[in-house]
């Protein structure tokens, strides 16, 4: 048995970028036009897209675009795992009982958009079909409704305060709700949309000399930061002077599609939905829009080929066994694979990283099924986030030169398949408050 907490590079990783099949992709990928692969199962897509931003960095960004929202936050932590600057593009979704879009997923959008248009382009971009047909603020609006403040930056505060309350912040004593402002001599405190943490600007005239994070229950002054995003508006960021995301890509962008016909059957869907198509562009026009822009487009399927059945490369993956539920017979099944393949165990924390090694050492020190050594021996514990595994590979050589691994969550081995959910940032010191919110599944670091 290996471990390793190591998480910018693996074996397996190294293995998957050096295959046959990834030299065919490449070749293609050099050629541009329409590709098609054959092969997604599990996470594999997005350790191809890993693969091919650090072998055709050239074509950066690679858009990555999946069909579901979960999907694009799952593809994201995977990705930044593989040491790829990987940023989502969400869609604006009005939840039930609100009439705006979350200010979340609009902060988002925006801070995208402002990365595009300053040239800081991330190298792969991770979007919902639904969030590339909804239209986003052009150049001129974006710094309407946008403003990035940090220390040493001059602001007329009277014509800042006429912007804040235009825009439909509301004036207040002191600060305790997102899109409140207050105003007490030389600081002005924030409470900005997006989920961010209110904060306090410290001015000397119109020079800003600080900014500070601030505690909303007792109003005192927090962490020092180095900028805050305050964003005017989240209503009418969709409408008929909107502009596609796509005509902000550079030409030698790259486009991955994520199982085309199931990303076109959602768009299908959220078109239908649509009540004002100001902005929104339908799926057939979102298409042509990528094949115009970009100069190639990657569609992966798990079995089908899709758009060029000319230009067909078979990505040489297959599904993991289900893994039963009793854990013994689990680990039966796991020493299975491995006398067959390299195995690594991916776990996302460390509890379960440490858990990993306790139990592969045990079996194998008392000398117990289910796991010999021989099978241990070919097993690499690392430390990373894999949602779904993957077996890579046709053969059932053991040979050391082979292109075959299996790629083995361990939350999968235990069929534990938790929901993950993002927490929350905590907003100001109504700390002990949002800490009451928190719900198993949630990361608290």
Known sequence: MNSSTDTSSSKWFNVFSESDAIAQVVTELNVGGDISLRGAVGSSTHVLVATLQRTC???????????????????????????????????LEVMPGETNPSADLVSARLDLVRRMIEGRIPQVIVAPFPALMQGVPNQDRLEAIQKTIRPGDEIDVEVFLAWLSESGWTRVDAVENPGEFA????????????????????????????????DTATQASDRAITETVIIATTEGLVDEHSVSIMSMLPKESTVVLAELSEIVEQGRGYWERVRDSKGVCGPPAVLKQLRDRCRAIIDVNEFSVANASNRVVTIPVRTLPTFDDELSSAMEQLESIAKVYPVTLACTTTGEFE??????????????????????????????????????????????????????????????WGVRRKAAKLRGASTRDEFLKFAPGDLVV
Do not use: W
Request: hydrophobic share 40%; net charge negative; glycine share 10%.
């Open 183 to 214: 105003v007490r001599g030389g600081l002005l405190d924030l409470f900005p949309y997006g989920g961010a943490i209110p904060v306090r600007i410290d001015l000397f005239g119109d020079e800003v000399e600080r900014i500070h994070e601030i």
């Open 355 to 416: 858990r990993a090694r306790e139990l592969i050492s045990r079996v194998v020190d008392d000398n117990a099924r289910p796991i010999d050594r021989e099978s241990a021996d070919r097993i690499t514990i690392e430390h990373r986030h894999v949602h779904r595994g993957f077996i890579h590979g046709e053969g059932d050589s053991c040979e050391s030169d082979s292109e075959d691994f299996a790629l083995v969550p361990f939350h999968e081995l235990l069929n534990r």
């Open 57 to 91: 960095g050239e074509y950066s960004p690679f858009v990555l675009v999946v069909p579901h929202l979960d999907d694009a936050e799952e593809a994201i932590e995977e990705l930044v795992g593989l040491g790829i600057d990987a940023t989502g593009f969400p869609a």
